[in-house]
């Protein structure tokens, strides 16, 4: 993973503290705007995100860039 200072990404959502099923849901809704390889960056303070963001991203198939709770950077792959 690089460091983040070194990413520029196409979106950022601020998902605030929603919680793992509305942070996984609004995190595809704004995933499906973004055109393959661009990055979103996501700031989330929801307590098991540290967890549940890696995890979803391995059984996507989404690449986690960056890591740096509250903030994570994915890049969207193929649709």
Do not use: F
Not at 29 to 41: D, F, H, K, P, S
Not at 50 to 77: F, M
Request: net charge neutral; proline share 4%; charged share 25%.
């Amino acid at each position: 993973m690089r460091r983040q200072n070194d990413l520029h990404a196409e979106a950022r959502w601020e998902a605030g503290e929603r919680g793992c099923g509305q942070l996984i849901i609004g995190l595809r809704r704004v995933l499906a705007r973004l055109n393959a390889g661009e990055c979103l960056e996501l700031v989330t303070h929801d307590a098991g995100a540290p967890v549940d963001i890696p995890a979803w991203c391995r059984i996507t198939g989404q690449e986690l860039v960056s890591i740096n709770h509250p903030t994570y950077i994915i890049r969207k792959q193929g649709d």
